[in-house]
């Protein structure tokens, strides 16, 4: 009970300097720290949907990021058509493109669900390290369609070149893009709280620990795993279409394997399971990356030195690893 408390306080403590980082930063007058925030907030919510696969589910996916590109290419397409001033399509019907971001948001994650649906009802047919390498096939493929199809970029990628807009906000100005992207993942991560806190939340925590038994309740594990990687999927699909409008840009990049290891990354090290995990581990990325890689374009190594002591010495994460010292103290 105490460490759920000090894990909770926690996680308050991490949302509200995710939050003081930016705003101090504007009062400073250094909106590149907002940027820096923002970047952390998008990667969070990346590393929150891979959560739900990987720290509910138990499922291991080196995939993600064929979600994480689907979500950034559906907002990349319908700007580059509304940028041009040309509809999405026009047989049978006529569809106008926009760059209104509720609407992206909404495309980007049923494309990214779609594509979830599809993966993970032939995935979640195998186990173990074949739904690893599945997964990873799966997004490789995806990739190497994105940099053999020149209508949209190839292996240039696409530019979008005025940021899309969202009611009552000036996307472009960085604070506001920040507090739109931060609502959003604590509004995912209120949903996701949720979710493991009802019925189902439940039924994919003893999937996880015993899918046999489950079984032999009556319930179809398969059904459950699935419906928590479509869930996935949307999140981080969700988590690449602002990271799109983030960097006014996307690219074949996005869908690559080392993006879904860099989301995987999050995750461990923040902690799998905990709810605020990948905040702190995007975080903590993203700070390295800022820091480290002023001083040495091998700033990985210092990265990777974290993340063994994590994996080695920490297995719940820096999270777990602060809230059971906080404990005994």
Not at 259 to 285: D, K, N, Q, T
Not at 300 to 323: E, M, N, T, W, Y
């Amino acid at each position: 009970m105490a460490e759920f408390l000090n894990e909770r306080r926690m996680s308050l403590a991490i949302a509200l300097a995710l939050l003081a980082v930016p705003l101090m930063a504007e009062w400073l007058g250094n909106s590149f720290y907002t940027t820096l925030a923002t970047r952390a907030a998008i990667l969070a919510l990346a590393g929150v949907g891979l959560n739900i696969a990987l720290g509910s589910g138990g499922l291991i996916s080196l995939g993600h990021a064929a979600f994480f590109g689907i979500g950034g290419y559906a907002v990349g397409i319908i700007a580059s058509h509304h940028q041009a001033y040309e509809p999405l399509m026009t047989w049978p019907l006529t569809i106008a493109a926009t760059n209104q971001m509720p609407v992206l948001w909404l495309v980007a994650i049923l494309a990214s669900g779609l594509a979830a649906l599809m993966i993970g009802a032939l995935s979640l047919r195998t186990s173990g390290v074949y739904f690893i390498m599945i997964t990873l096939a799966f997004a490789q493929m995806i990739y190497y369609f994105a940099v053999s199809w020149p209508a949209y970029g190839g292996q240039d990628g696409l530019s979008i070149y005025v940021r899309d807009g969202f009611p009552g906000l000036n996307t472009l100005r960085p604070l506001d893009f920040f507090l739109l992207c931060y609502a959003v993942l604590m509004v995912v991560l209120a949903l996701v709280r949720m979710i493991s806190g009802a019925r189902f939340g439940a039924m994919l925590e003893a999937v996880r620990q015993n899918p046999a038994r489950v079984a032999a309740l009556g319930l179809s594990p398969f059904r459950i795993r699935l419906v928590a990687f479509v869930l996935s999927g949307m999140v981080t699909g969700l988590a690449g279409a602002l990271y799109a409008d983030l960097n006014r840009f996307v690219s074949p990049s996005m869908l690559s394997w080392h993006m879904s290891g860099e989301i995987m990354v999050f995750v461990i090290l923040g902690g799998a399971g905990r709810l605020f995990g990948p905040v702190a581990g995007a975080c903590i990325y993203v700070l390295f990356e800022h820091v480290f890689g002023g001083v040495s374009d091998y700033w990985q190594f210092f990265l990777g030195a974290l993340l063994l002591g994590v994996v080695l010495f920490a297995r719940g994460g820096l999270i777990g690893l602060a809230a059971g010292r906080a404990r005994h103290d």
